[in-house]
């Protein structure tokens, strides 16, 4: 695990301070950043989640698909959970909390932009940290491909479904358009873009060498982009954030909630399926944690960049990886409960 995977909440953290001191300090700055639109689509801010998301697809290797009737429980676990769990819990811890005990501490409005990013992030299961997690835990690395290559194929055609289904049912307006283009935009491209060009390097008879040669190249333009993301996010939210500091607290709790309630229920599934450790680890953590990249795009596509749905999925990436770590941690201490 590198120093920016091992250190990623502190960097967020560093971000965001810089987004909001930038914002209270130069504010014209990102007036201009958000008049840069196409079609609901902040030129700016899409050029920096290809940047992000363009180096994940380049590691989605479709030929692994073949292996998919090997050790198929595991395989299964992490799509009952990813398509037919985890959104569907997301939208109800946010209307738990957002409709009901946080209701009397944000506006009807704002409480409607955080449900719709956590769902969100519900609706968007991970794809390029969930390597960082296989390889914590002593994962099949192998498998842990077919997993997320399988997720991305059906991402492409169900995360609109299920997002704008869960969207209408807590009344907030669905614009169809704006999300199918963002999937179109965030997923289908970047995915084919990368398939492209892990065809074109295999030609070079250096096949993962030369996969591995261009990933260590774009890593240090990734992390810009994720960086410079949160930056411009919470320079647009920076004078929301210092009149209303307690909402980010309000948010990260029912995130965290989601993210041990899910990872407990996949976990204790995997135990009664006796699969093996290195199946189920990557099995249960690509289940529990987030494409927070793709929520936080379609989030400024559908609902603006000043919106709390924006700030709701930003908030996912501070909160993400420390609990994931810790996950790691229960993950690697009950080794002896799965069989070798």
């Not at 990813?82 to 939208?91: C, E, G, Q």
């Not at 250096?206 to 990734?222: G, H, I, Q, T, Y």
Request: aromatic share 12%; with cysteine; glycine share 6%.
């Amino acid at each position: 695990m590198g120093i920016f995977e091992r250190y990623l909440s502190v960097w967020v953290a560093i971000a965001i301070a810089t987004g909001v001191a930038v914002g209270v300090i130069y504010p014209p700055l990102f007036e201009f950043v958000a008049t840069l639109e196409v079609a609901h689509v902040n030129v700016v801010v899409a050029l920096f989640i290809w940047v992000m998301i363009y180096p994940m697809m380049v590691q989605v290797d479709f030929s692994t698909i073949k292996e998919v009737g090997r050790n198929p429980q595991g395989l299964i676990l992490t799509l009952v959970i990813n398509w037919l769990i985890k959104p569907f819990s997301m939208a109800a811890l946010g209307w738990l909390f957002f409709e009901g005990i946080f209701a009397d501490w944000v506006s009807p409005e704002t409480a409607q932009e955080y449900i719709a990013g956590m769902i969100l992030l519900g609706v968007a299961p991970c794809t390029a940290m969930v390597f960082v997690w296989s390889q914590l835990t002593k994962g099949d690395a192998n498998y842990t491909l077919v997993q997320v290559s399988v997720n991305d194929i059906i991402m492409i055609f169900a995360f609109a479904p299920i997002a704008g289904l869960l969207l209408g049912v807590t009344d907030i307006h669905v614009p169809w358009n704006t999300l199918f283009i963002s999937v179109v935009l965030y997923v289908l491209l970047p995915l084919v873009a990368g398939a492209l060009t892990r065809k074109t390097l295999n030609r070079s008879g250096r096949n993962e060498a030369a996969v591995a040669d261009l990933l260590a190249r774009l890593k240090p333009f990734s992390i810009m982009g994720l960086l410079a993301t949160v930056v411009l996010l919470f320079g647009f939210q920076a004078k929301t954030i210092l009149a209303q500091p307690l909402n980010i607290v309000l948010i990260a709790i029912p995130l965290i909630l989601q993210t041990y309630g899910i990872f407990i229920l996949a976990y204790f599934i995997a135990v009664k399926l006796k699969l093996k450790h290195n199946i189920a680890a990557p099995a249960c953590l690509i289940g529990t944690s987030n494409f927070f990249e793709l929520a936080v795009a379609v989030a400024i596509s559908l609902f603006g960049l000043h919106s709390g749905a924006a700030l709701a999925t930003v908030v996912g990436v501070l909160v993400e990886v420390p609990v994931m770590l810790s996950l790691v941690a229960i993950v690697n201490k009950t080794r002896h409960w799965f069989s070798n």
